[in-house]
């Protein structure tokens, strides 16, 4: 081979042992969501993900308090520390050993990519706050007049913390806590933690049924000792209409957890809410209600009550369906129950 070409091929050996050290080059930028997926996976997250994993996607719910490992703090990471992959996978199958489930038999994949994305987009690379819960579209007009609470919500202040080092002021936010907050907040934050379990029995399984039994006995759960059973369960009612059980699907999946399946509002969260959620079976509220004033109420919520505004939520026919289905199940509105129809209260 002559020189020149020797040469050549030296030069060329030399150039691709240069570019073989030198590092590679960064992967090309994700292209950030469409808003139209990212909104679809707020919704989503809003909906089935914030209860453990938090509004703001930093785990900081009562839920998560309780599971062992803690849900994910995705504010906390970026995207290059977990992979999109993992995360579909995660969401599709759920993790074992977590209270992570897997999805897969709820949402479809189009939707599962959407909250993965939401999620990363949204917390692990914005650090945005997404929704906050207290607001005038979530039926909060002026949440700020509970702002004496604040700090036992927000756990500045503990809620067990002696009452003669608080001020007058603390003390009237520890009662407004403690009536109007603490059904969600729970006991918030506390200096005494306290027992994570107490054996002592509250109430008295019948058939003499003890936490323990091997094998298993028969619990008693349909009766007076467990009273508020009795009211999570969906009326069986034959003959239904569409709409009618288009307003029993929507009445189960929104409205229950306050009003209870059976609309007497007795269930465990409707009896502790104060101002209690309305009894749909009493013949004297709803014998003086109108359609009209609680499709208002069910659009605007109900000032200084638990009642939220559902008209971001629910559409005219969707309410619609609901006063059908409250009409078949609970009580006539507007008019006086039919004799023999009236709901019985255990």
């Not at 469409?34 to 509004?55: M, P, S």
Request: charged share 25%; aromatic share 8%.
């Amino acid at each position: 081979m002559r020189l020149p070409a020797l040469l050549g091929m030296l030069g060329l050996l030399l150039s691709l042992a240069a570019c073989s050290d030198r590092p590679a080059p960064p992967p090309a930028a994700t292209a950030a969501p469409k808003a139209e997926v990212l909104e679809a996976g707020r919704r989503i997250y809003n909906f089935r993900c914030y209860f453990c994993h938090g509004y703001s996607g930093n785990a900081e719910t009562l839920a998560s308090t309780y599971l062992n490992p803690r849900p994910r703090d995705f504010t906390k990471l970026t995207p290059d520390q977990l992979s999109r992959e993992k995360m579909l996978d995660a969401v599709t199958h759920g993790r074992a050993g977590t209270a992570m489930k897997g999805f897969a038999d709820i949402l479809k994949p189009d939707e599962i990519a959407a909250v993965t994305d939401f999620v990363r987009h949204e917390f692990m690379l914005s650090k945005a706050r997404n929704t906050s819960y207290h607001t005038k579209e979530n039926g909060w007009a002026d949440h700020d007049r509970y702002a004496a609470a604040f700090p036992f919500a927000t756990g500045a202040i503990k809620l067990d913390t002696p009452a003669e080092q608080l001020s007058a002021e603390q003390r009237a936010g520890r009662q407004l806590f403690m009536t109007a907050c603490v059904s969600c907040h729970d006991r918030a934050k506390v200096e005494n933690e306290g027992a994570p379990w107490d054996a002592r029995a509250l109430s008295y399984p019948r058939m003499g049924f003890q936490p323990g039994d091997w094998p298993p006995k028969q619990v008693d759960g349909v009766s007076s000792a467990t009273p508020y059973h009795l009211h999570d369960r969906v009326p069986k009612l034959p003959g239904l209409t569409a709409l009618e059980k288009r307003g029993e699907h929507l009445f189960q999946q929104n409205c229950a957890f306050c009003h209870a399946a059976d609309g007497t509002g007795r269930n465990w969260i409707g009896t502790f809410l104060e101002p209690h959620p309305r009894d749909l079976t009493s013949p004297e509220f709803m014998s003086a209600m109108t359609k009209e004033r609680m499709t208002g109420v069910i659009k605007e919520g109900l000032p200084n009550t638990s009642m939220p505004a559902w008209k971001s939520v629910l559409n005219d026919n969707d309410i619609e369906a609901l006063l059908a289905y409250i009409e078949r199940a609970f009580h006539p509105i507007g008019a006086a129950q039919p004799p023999g129809t009236a709901q019985r209260k255990p």
